[in-house]
Nanobody, 126 residues
Framework: QVQLVESGGGLVQAGGSLRLSCAAS????????MGWFRQAPGKEREFVAA????????VYADSVKGRFTISRDNAKNTVYLQMNSLKPEDTAVYYC???????????????????WGQGTQVTVSS
Protein backbone atom coordinates (compact mmCIF):
# COMPACT_ATOMS: atom_id res chain seq x y z
CA GLN A 1 0.00 0.00 0.00
CA VAL A 2 1.39 3.37 -1.03
CA GLN A 3 0.78 6.26 1.30
CA LEU A 4 1.14 9.81 0.05
CA VAL A 5 1.22 12.94 2.19
CA GLU A 6 1.06 16.40 0.61
CA SER A 7 2.23 19.61 2.22
CA GLY A 8 3.01 23.18 1.27
CA GLY A 9 -0.40 24.55 0.44
CA GLY A 10 -1.67 27.86 1.73
CA LEU A 11 -2.94 31.32 0.92
CA VAL A 12 -0.98 33.47 -1.51
CA GLN A 13 -1.61 36.61 -3.49
CA ALA A 14 -1.89 36.53 -7.25
CA GLY A 15 1.55 36.53 -8.81
CA GLY A 16 3.06 34.72 -5.85
CA SER A 17 4.62 31.29 -5.55
CA LEU A 18 4.14 28.10 -3.58
CA ARG A 19 5.97 24.79 -3.52
CA LEU A 20 4.00 21.65 -2.86
CA SER A 21 5.64 18.48 -1.63
CA CYS A 22 4.38 14.92 -1.63
CA ALA A 23 6.16 12.32 0.47
CA ALA A 24 5.64 8.66 -0.39
CA SER A 25 5.99 5.65 1.89
CA UNK A 26 6.51 3.20 -0.93
CA UNK A 27 9.89 1.55 -1.43
CA UNK A 28 9.09 1.31 -5.15
CA UNK A 29 8.59 5.08 -5.42
CA UNK A 30 11.57 5.46 -7.73
CA UNK A 31 9.89 3.10 -10.22
CA UNK A 32 6.53 4.86 -10.31
CA UNK A 33 5.32 7.75 -12.38
CA MET A 34 3.79 10.49 -10.25
CA GLY A 35 1.18 13.10 -10.96
CA TRP A 36 -0.44 16.20 -9.54
CA PHE A 37 -4.16 16.86 -9.98
CA ARG A 38 -6.43 19.56 -8.61
CA GLN A 39 -10.09 20.06 -7.89
CA ALA A 40 -11.76 23.44 -7.53
CA PRO A 41 -15.14 23.85 -5.82
CA GLY A 42 -17.95 22.72 -8.06
CA LYS A 43 -15.57 21.40 -10.70
CA GLU A 44 -14.23 18.01 -11.66
CA ARG A 45 -10.72 16.95 -10.77
CA GLU A 46 -8.26 17.92 -13.48
CA PHE A 47 -4.75 16.98 -14.45
CA VAL A 48 -1.98 19.43 -13.61
CA ALA A 49 1.40 17.77 -14.18
CA ALA A 50 3.10 14.39 -14.25
CA UNK A 51 6.63 13.05 -14.16
CA UNK A 52 8.13 9.73 -15.15
CA UNK A 53 10.18 7.48 -12.88
CA UNK A 54 13.51 9.18 -13.51
CA UNK A 55 12.32 12.76 -13.78
CA UNK A 56 13.50 12.91 -17.36
CA UNK A 57 10.04 13.24 -18.84
CA UNK A 58 7.38 15.66 -17.67
CA VAL A 59 4.02 16.78 -19.01
CA TYR A 60 1.82 19.71 -18.05
CA ALA A 61 -1.71 20.93 -18.54
CA ASP A 62 -1.83 23.87 -20.92
CA SER A 63 -3.23 26.07 -18.16
CA VAL A 64 -0.07 25.74 -16.05
CA LYS A 65 2.62 25.29 -18.68
CA GLY A 66 5.45 27.75 -18.18
CA ARG A 67 4.35 28.57 -14.62
CA PHE A 68 4.48 25.22 -12.79
CA THR A 69 7.37 22.77 -12.56
CA ILE A 70 7.13 19.19 -11.38
CA SER A 71 10.23 17.45 -10.08
CA ARG A 72 11.17 14.51 -7.90
CA ASP A 73 13.90 13.36 -5.55
CA ASN A 74 13.94 9.58 -5.54
CA ALA A 75 16.43 9.50 -2.68
CA LYS A 76 13.85 11.28 -0.53
CA ASN A 77 10.76 9.53 -1.96
CA THR A 78 9.31 12.96 -2.67
CA VAL A 79 7.73 14.70 -5.62
CA TYR A 80 7.38 18.48 -5.83
CA LEU A 81 5.24 21.01 -7.63
CA GLN A 82 6.75 24.47 -7.87
CA MET A 83 4.01 26.95 -8.68
CA ASN A 84 4.93 30.43 -9.85
CA SER A 85 2.90 33.35 -11.16
CA LEU A 86 -0.15 32.00 -9.41
CA LYS A 87 -3.58 33.12 -10.53
CA PRO A 88 -6.93 33.10 -8.70
CA GLU A 89 -8.08 30.35 -11.06
CA ASP A 90 -5.35 28.10 -9.63
CA THR A 91 -7.31 27.97 -6.38
CA ALA A 92 -8.12 24.32 -5.66
CA VAL A 93 -7.30 21.33 -3.55
CA TYR A 94 -4.15 19.78 -4.99
CA TYR A 95 -3.61 16.04 -4.88
CA CYS A 96 -0.54 14.01 -5.67
CA UNK A 97 -0.96 10.54 -7.08
CA UNK A 98 1.16 7.47 -7.75
CA UNK A 99 0.57 5.23 -10.74
CA UNK A 100 -1.12 1.88 -10.36
CA UNK A 101 1.92 -0.18 -11.32
CA UNK A 102 5.60 0.50 -11.75
CA UNK A 103 5.77 1.22 -15.46
CA UNK A 104 7.32 4.57 -14.66
CA UNK A 105 5.63 6.00 -17.73
CA UNK A 106 4.04 9.41 -17.40
CA UNK A 107 0.27 9.73 -17.89
CA UNK A 108 -2.28 12.55 -17.85
CA UNK A 109 -5.19 10.22 -17.07
CA UNK A 110 -6.38 9.94 -13.48
CA UNK A 111 -7.43 6.32 -14.03
CA UNK A 112 -3.76 5.39 -14.35
CA UNK A 113 -3.14 6.45 -10.78
CA UNK A 114 -4.18 4.15 -7.98
CA UNK A 115 -2.84 5.93 -4.91
CA TRP A 116 -3.83 9.42 -3.82
CA GLY A 117 -2.88 11.79 -1.06
CA GLN A 118 -5.36 13.59 1.15
CA GLY A 119 -4.92 16.86 -0.70
CA THR A 120 -3.62 20.28 0.23
CA GLN A 121 -5.55 23.52 -0.22
CA VAL A 122 -4.10 26.26 -2.40
CA THR A 123 -5.91 29.60 -2.35
CA VAL A 124 -4.83 32.47 -4.56
CA SER A 125 -6.32 35.86 -3.76
CA SER A 126 -6.73 38.57 -6.36
Amino acid sequence: QVQLVESGGGLVQAGGSLRLSCAASDRTFSSRAMGWFRQAPGKEREFVAAINWSGGNTVYADSVKGRFTISRDNAKNTVYLQMNSLKPEDTAVYYCAAEFGTTGIVSVYSRRYAYWGQGTQVTVSS
